[in-house]
């Protein structure tokens, strides 16, 4: 439970005080958080980020449940979202590290089709 209160200290802190944030009036429109299966431990993660991000960024944050696949749905719905930075995934390694080497062909590319919006050390 640690581990998860020390990730949402330093998104909320890179997110809301990052070189992006900084530089631009980002958000515009309402965020998009796209995840797990309801009550399952990303989906609450989720929803403490967005209820977060709203009171921080002034802007609606929905968190929208796309289960299915061991995430990989939901990687697929935002792999082929527009890449504008209002639809964001909240996935597991599963979807990302795992899945390419269980499946031949994946609808997205883990590498190439997501970026990065906080590092782990």
Same mark, same amino acid.
């Given at each position: 439970m640690r581990a998860i209160y020390a990730i949402l200290a330093v998104l909320s802190w890179c997110l809301a005080s990052g070189p992006a944030a900084a530089k631009t009036n980002? @958000?515009?429109q309402p965020v998009r958080i !796209? $995840? &797990?299966t309801p009550g399952v431990a990303p989906d609450v993660v989720a929803? +403490? +980020?967005a209820e977060? &991000?709203?009171a921080t960024w002034g802007r609606p944050v929905a968190v929208e449940n796309i289960s299915g696949a061991g995430g990989n749905l939901a990687c697929d719905r935002v792999a082929h979202a527009a890449p504008d930075g209002y639809t964001l995934v909240m996935c597991g390694? $599963?979807?990302l590290t795992i899945a390419p080497s269980l499946h031949a062909r994946l609808s997205y590319d883990p590498v190439k089709d997501f !970026? @990065?919006?906080s590092r782990s050390s």
């Open positions: 980002w @958000p515009q !796209v $995840g &797990f929803r +403490l +980020l977060k &991000f709203a390694n $599963g979807s !970026v @990065p919006i």
